[in-house]
Every structure is written in C-alpha cells, then in structure tokens.
C-alpha cells in the first residue's frame, strides 16, 4: 500500500524545520548586533549565503531524486567523492552542528530554568532524537505540522516583543565590512549542506509515496519555496530585532545573545519562551543531521548485517564532541567553513550547469 503524499505546504513546514536550527537563530542575532541601523545590508549579505546559494543545493539534489553523489560525482570520481563527502559530514554534524545543537539547547533552557550538567542533559535530547528517528513513518508530519508551527510561535513572539521597544544605534562597521562578514557569516549555518543532505533525507522518505519522478521533483521545489521564504523572513526580522536592542547585546558572546534578548523584552518568566525556541530549533535540526549522518555510515562504512549501529554510531559521535564548549566548536567549524564552503558551492553549480546543458541539447535536437 502506498503511504500518502504529503503536500508541498508540509515538505516545506519539514524543510524550514530541519534548516532552522541553533545556529540559525544566534548568528542573525549576532550580525542585528554590530548592524544597527545598517541592518538590510547584513541582512542581504546573510540571505545571499544562508539562503540564495542553499536554494540551488535543493534544486540540485531535488533533480538527482535525494542521490547527492550524483552530484558529487559529476566532478570526481566515486571514490574520492566519497572520502570528500566523509569530510563534509565530519566537519558539518559530529563535530559542527550536531554538538552546537545539543550545547545551545543546554545553554538557552539553562538561562530560564534548572538544567541536568550537560553530560545527562546531551544523554537525554539525543535519547528524543532517536525516538523521533526511529519513528520515521510519522517523522514528516511531526516536523512539519507540530514542531514547526510551535517553533515559528515561540521566535514569532520573541521578535514582536524586540519590535515593541526598540531604538535603532548607528552601525559599529562600514557598510562593506558589514556586508562581508554577514556573507562569511552565512558559511557558519552549514545549510548549502544541509539543502544536499537533509533534503536528501527527505526526498528518500517521500520517494515510496510518489509513482513519478516529475511529482517528486516539483512537489520537493514547491516546498523549499515554502521553506526558502520563511527562512528569508526570519532572518531579516532576527537581524532587525537584535539591531533594535544592540545596546545591551554588544560584548556578550553569541551563545548567550537569544537569553539576553528575551530577558530584556519579555522579562525573566516569558523569556522561557525564546528558551524553548531554540530547544525546538536545535531538536529538529538534530534529527535531520543524524539520519544524514547514520544513513552515510549505513552506506559506506558498516556492513549490511551491522546497519543497525549506523543511528548509535552518530548519536555517540554527537554525544562525546556536545561536551566541548560552543566557542570551540565554532573554533573548529569557522576556518573549515572558508575552504569547504565555496568548494561546495562550485560543485552544485557545476552539476546544474550539465543538467542545463543536457536540457538545451535535448530541446535542439
């Protein structure tokens, strides 16, 4: 019997979701910071790489059918692809977003209310994320009909509350430097990799519902629309938001500025709120970069017979790199990200490139 097809709506609600993670809400935070009045212009900087380049990662991989080696292939071949994509999933999930997630989470809900030590507090979010895993028959309507719209509420009040008493302060950059690093900034969120992988891991899990490639392809491209656009908005009102209170927000590190913010607008009882906001964030993202991560394994490194490890195997990765500190995970991610990044970037164009050359062939012929 063939599961039901989701709607383009929940693709894309499941999309926003699995992008929007911890670090999608500090660094927007932390570009509104040093913006003040020049906040549109970070915020270009920031969608152009956190957005514009990750929206042509999902319509690459949308095209290869959730297959992201195809991708790769077109400029290596298959083997040192895969070595290649081993260093991208290292780099971007057990130690980059996998641990920051878990730390963030700790960090933010530590600021509001009592915590466990973050050894049993990362024992206990993994131990959700491989519920939410194992229970992948229902993992797209989770992510797209509850933990988004409850995600979107909680960020939702938190920026209507910084909107409320606001004062715009004058820029701490020129316009270019601000534009520069909102744009290497951008690199840090890691999504032109989770636009290949996370939407891979979607793609695969709606495969069994759809008979035609063409439905699956434009129902994918119809929701990262939906996705693309929430993003987009979200991150222009969180630039803005934090521009409005910079005042108190310069000088404290990244990790601390979504507590502060909400402190500071809704007061120590509803800053809770922004608490959950990013607990949820991280959550969902986890999820995502976790199957990402097992799947490769169950792959490529374990045998058949052992690919019930895979899952374990990345959720102990996680665990072990989570006990870091955020500044030294984001010391690790932020010079690999200045090499990885734009290696990326050239290979997905390179791979729609062909794609439109073969279409242009095909039509003339």
Known sequence: ??????????????????????GNLIFPLMLGRDAGSAFLV????????????????????????????????????PH????LIFIVLLSFIPFGAGPRCVVLAHASLGSFMPVPSLWLFSLLFLALVWYLIYDRRHLIDNLGKILTPLLLVCVGIMVISAFING????????????????????YNTQDLFSSLFFSSSLILLMKSAFSQKKELIFTTLKGSVVGIVLLTILYVFLIASSSLHSDILIGHSGVDLV????????GA??????GFAVALACLTTAVALIMAFSEFITAQIVV???????????????????????????????PLMKI???????IVLRYLYKLWSEYKANKTA
């Not at 040192?80 to 070595?83: W, Y």
């Open 167 to 186: 004062e715009v302060d004058p820029p701490t950059a020129s316009n270019l430097a601000l534009f520069t690093n909102s744009l290497l900034e951008g």
């Open 259 to 266: 507590s502060i913010l909400a402190k500071h607008t809704l």
């Open 42 to 77: 970070s915020a270009l900087g920031f969608i152009l790489s956190a957005v514009i380049i990750p929206c042509l990662g999902i319509i690459a991989i949308a095209f290869a059918e959730g297959d992201y080696r195809k991708i790769f292939n077109m400029t290596f071949r």
């Open 269 to 274: 009882h509803w800053g809770l709120v922004a």
């Open 304 to 334: 058949k017979k052992y690919h019930r490890l895979a899952v374990p195997i990345s959720l102990l990765s996680v665990y072990l790199t989570s006990l870091l500190s955020f500044d030294g995970i984001m010391a690790l991610i932020s």
């Open 340 to 346: 990885i990044y734009p290696l990326i970037v050239l």
């Open 80 to 83: 040192i692809s895969n070595i």
């Open 1 to 22: 019997m063939r599961p039901n097809k989701p709607s383009y709506v929940v693709v894309g609600l499941a999309l926003f979701s699995m992008f929007f993670g911890s």
